[in-house]
């Protein structure tokens, strides 16, 4: 210890340091010697750092200092503590304890008594429960003399579990279950000793307000505050049994009634409700003590429903927010323990009602908790049974059975108490809120009342989106339940508002009223006639009344006589949702036809301007419409193809069906011919594609456009060609998503005699002039080309709006009424000669994207794609302009053809087509991606070609957009290295550890590595230099790169190159993996950004060392090079890492001894440990004085990076 002068001195210069940091007018040098200052008083003597830190916590420094100095002492005892004898820890327990009592004191600031308290709490903790029963008399004993002194006391045990409630790793294990151990022996002195404060102190506080002596109400107030705190610390693990027998639960349900402290006790009831039942001997005391805060909570509940629907305008914000805790327990009971209740019929009924209550609220807040409720109840209540019971305590709403039929029988219970009142209630609430506050017409508000309508305002809760789909998934299970009530309530609310609308005299402003049910008109349709012959029961009396029910609100619905676009785009979402009942009913199917084709004959197919024109829209909705109802209504279309197709010439020969809503059209009849066989898809296909071959196959187009790359030019001057072309491309590539064979066709052949894919024979002719096309496409991004390109086209280059927005994470506004985007992505300029900047850039994209998934699509159907195309000619024309493409580009073009082609190529075409495409690819990623990276992480800004159609400069949204460009480019490469190491492409290659001898590889057994080249992609990979270092290369850097979503992916690839590397005898590789690949991972674990990886990352470091270490040193060079490694580490590791064949354990050695030999630098290991940090304790920090060792030089060069 310091003597008493020297200690007053060196407290006087911490003082300086600790006001120098956290002085914002400190100069960076003054703060850096602050820092480095208050650090090694901290890593100092021990001793000078407690007396100097008991100095700076008396009441004679300011508030900054003394919170310090506490944050010094409880460093000092969670990280040192154990360098103090036992007389030194009795007596730096004892001085705490009289802090407590100094700091009981009206004018001391809260965080300085929170902190006090911690530190005791803290030295607790580490002592144990031997420590505990010595301080407890005393510490009780404080809390008698006062309300600052009970709050202070109450506070502390506050603190005391917060190493059992917040995760702490430094306490897994043993010290963590003594702690807890200990913890809950002392709960019969703790519970008692808080009840007693709580009710002596809640006393004092009403007579203390009542005598007008409004400070000594405070602190009291203050004291029955900091007890509630402690208990709700002690709710979330303690015994709930316990919580009852000791009056917490009574004493809190009491407090309900208080408006100053029911917010407080009421988050008691929240977590006592989210426990889990035990499944031991003690569940009984559980129910009973569940029975009794259900209770409270029915009673309080029961008071607030009848003000709230007798007098609502005398409750308040607070009252409601009340409420919704009230409710939010009530949630959590329900959810985590309803088999408690679930044995009394009349309490669960009174339950469920009350919960209806809370569902019908106009309250917005109240519903929606009530609306997580009956989700998770009808959830759980129509699963399907499982094959055993569901353990206890899972969150089932009954899952204490002795077997699965009972709880079967509990499960029908609870649902019989569901009936035709509830559900009928729960879904005229469910179609009410289904509208937005802000698309709410101005004639319906008054209508609306109170009823607060879910707002943009609303915050908390998620989006509209997530709400209304938990809505309309209530929506399905009570149809689920009450088919025919559902339908009853559905059909009924569509006939009213339809009926509403006719007569409205502005029906185009109350229409987003009816549009709003269509999802749940579209939902219980589909719930109900889900299944084969056994929909909604399969009862025949049922069938009928759905029938009658269906069949008169599909007659209301083909009998509407509109006219407005507006209007017949809600019908033809209306009729799409009557798909799945055309299914079962087939006689309908030809009206809702003929309807289709009656609305979209009465819009007019010219319109002044196509992009807004809402007209325009609508026709191309009744054309999708098509699309959908084929799909539902499956073999019911069959009868009426002929009929469709005979209208369609008949439009076509009129001019009044437009190249692209032929095109939608036909995807219909693809997805018809689907449900009809391979012979009909064949016949569609051929009926659909022939008149397009005929133009397609052309060479004049070809020669005239496809030549050379100024004929793209003479191109987009021709508009109708030009938009024929986009329409040709785009319908071969719905061609290819549609066709195939649907899975549970009685009409697919059979595996035993495998037909040819129905678009195998037309690739031939499609693909050959597509490519040319991409090709001509590429070469207008090169330099040379791009300066002779007319303006216009060299600003349609650019990006559009909508992919600088997907770029920024904005989303993209809806389109103003009017609008008109194609539904594959493309302007429909049809009938309008002129072309702008803004057609070609959508051209250009359009076919972009959908030619290079027609080549992806047909890379999939089998051999057909690589036996008809020359490799040489599609290497040539899509990889020779890499250089000149942008980032969006490339990742297009790997993400929609060269993983298909990767994953589809048979193995015995791998050489003649996978080096030829790859080995450009990787070259030019490697290069452009490297760059871009170097950029980002050394000069903050990411270099990409990309041309974003906006002035570059020093613009943040021009940095965040290049950066995700890259970010997206890289992660594409990472998926394209993870498929080629999928198990399917490798499948020679045997498992690493089958055998159970880890670590030990037969040296006889090794084989040459072009062993693999034909059963592992990977293998294949390796044998071809010039595609594998690229890729190789790219591996090593992604580990510095800060992307631990590429890494992720890379790292799957680098597994497989490990075990190629420990299969074979290649030196090469091996002497790679060994010192280049083992050197980068553990650059990467260096990155803060791997820590989600780390897990993957150290078991490549274990296999690595494991398998390699006996055959190359390099590997222990490797963690030899590491700062902080000694021998004698390296050998007790290499000892402990040969007594055990679990890799288990053998990766948490390696953990450990990276972590010792990077000084915990590998940032991505230590994260790890710091996620989740004590509130009242500082991180630790690893002593300066930690072992290193002397420089040997940079050979592998890793003491660098750490």
Known sequence: MDDSNGGNITASNVARAILAVLDYNSTPDARKAAVAFLESIKSGDIRVLASISFLLVKKDWSSEIRLHAFKMLQHLVRLRWELLSPQERRNFANVSVELMSEVANPCEEWPLKSQTAALVAEIVRREGPNLWQELFPSLASLSTQGPLQAELVAMMLRWLPEDITVHNEDLEGDRRRLLLRGLTQSLPEILPLLYNLLESHFGAAMNEANRQQVDLAKQHAAAVIACLNAINAYAEWAPVPDLASYGIVNGCGFLLSSPDFRLHACEFFKLVCSRKRPSDASGAEYDSAISSVFQILMNVSREFLHQSASNAGVIDD???????????????????????????????????????????????????????????????????????????????AVGDGDSSGQTNNEKKKILSLINDDISSSILDVSFQRMLKKEKVPPGIVPSLGPLELWSDEFEGKGDFGQYRSRLLELVKLISSHKPLIASTKISERVVMLIRNLLVSPAPLQDLAVLDGQQLALECIVGVVFDGLNEFAGGSAEVHFALRGIFEGLLQQLLTLKWTEPELIKVLGHYLDAMGPFLKYFPDAVGSVINKLFELLTCLPHIVKDPATSTARIARLQICTSFIRIAKAADKSILPHMKGIADTMGYLQREGTLLRGEHNILGEAFLVMASAAGPQQQQEILVWLLEPLSQQWIQSEWQNNYLSDPMGLVRLCSNTPFMWSIFHTVTFFEKALKRSGYRKGNSNTPTSTSPALHPMASHLSWMLPPLIKLLRVIHYIWSPSVYQTLPTEIRAAMTMTDVERRSLLGEANPKLPKGSSIYVDGSLDKEGNPEVNESDIRNWLKGIRDSGYYVLGLSATIGDTFFKCLDPNYVAVALMENLQSMEFRHIRQLIHSFVVHLVKSCPADMWESWLEILLHPLFVHCQQAVSSSWSGLLHEGRAKVPDSFGVQSGPDLKLEVMEEKLLRDLTREIGSLLSIMASPGLNNGLPVLEQSGHVGSVDMSCLKDLHAFRSNSMVGFLLNHKNVALPALQICLEVFTWTDGETTTKVCCFCGVVVHLAILTDNVELREFVSKDLFSAVIRGLAMESNAVNSADLVNLCREIFIYLSDRDPSPRQVLMSLPCLSEKDMKAFEEAVGKTSSPKEQKQLMRSLLLVASGSNLRALSAQKSLNVITNVTSRTRSASSETKEDEGDTIGLASVL
Not at 323 to 351: F, H, K, P, R
């Open 318 to 396: 607070s009252g409601y927010e009340f409420a919704e805790c009230i409710c939010e327990s009530l949630v959590s009971l329900g959810s985590m323990s309803l088999q408690c209740i679930a044995t009394d019929s009349n309490a669960l009924a009174l339950y469920l009602q009350q919960m209806l209550g809370y569902f019908q609220h106009f309250k917005l807040g109240l519903h929606f908790e009530a609306l997580l409720f009956w989700v998770a109840l009808l959830r759980d209540l129509l699963s399907k049974p499982k094959a055993s019971a569901n353990p206890s305590g899972d969150g089932s």
